[in-house]
């Protein structure tokens, strides 16, 4: 299982070379949780014409032991969320817990209502935009919160994804 862990010491995969992947698989071998979900921006699906990505799905199917259906490219729009923010999910569940079929949640279609004119958002806005629920303690200086939740991942399109992980956990 050494051998794309040591290889970050040597210089194999350059283009990620430094990135928390690394970081999360060494979690993932350390704690081995039933089940895995990853999130990243959708240009890791063609960076550097794929390779990445398929390191990383290598990485976890067969260095971690891992199944892991073909990643999918989900769109926070589709889940209600008012931008356009679209994401490839990666989830994955330990092979010896025998599942081998998955299927990512479905949109839900909302028409999420579009701000009008253009002003200054508020951090609360900017919460609301990523799905975080109007009792979301915002605790951090107005900067922070803004830099924060455009960082965020989309709460809806994770909760449903979410949701479809512990059913098919549960299923087992």
Known sequence: MSSIFDSRKTGG???????????VAEIIKEKQPKAIFLENVKGLRSHDKGKTLATILNVLR???NYYVPEPQIINAREFGVPQNRERIYIVGFRKDLGVDE???PEPINKDPVLKEGIRKMTPREWARLQGFPD???I???DAQAYKQFGN??????IQATAEKIIEKLFSK
């Not at 995969?13 to 970081?23: A, H, I, N, P, S």
């Not at 965020?152 to 399109?157: I, L």
Request: hydrophobic share 45%.
């Open 135 to 137: 009792s979301f303690k």
């Open 152 to 157: 965020s991942v989309a709460v809806p399109a």
């Open 102 to 104: 998955f299927q990512y």
């Open 62 to 64: 067969e260095d971690l």
């Open 13 to 23: 995969f350059e283009d990620t070379r430094g990135t928390l992947f690394f970081e």
């Open 139 to 141: 605790v951090v200086s």
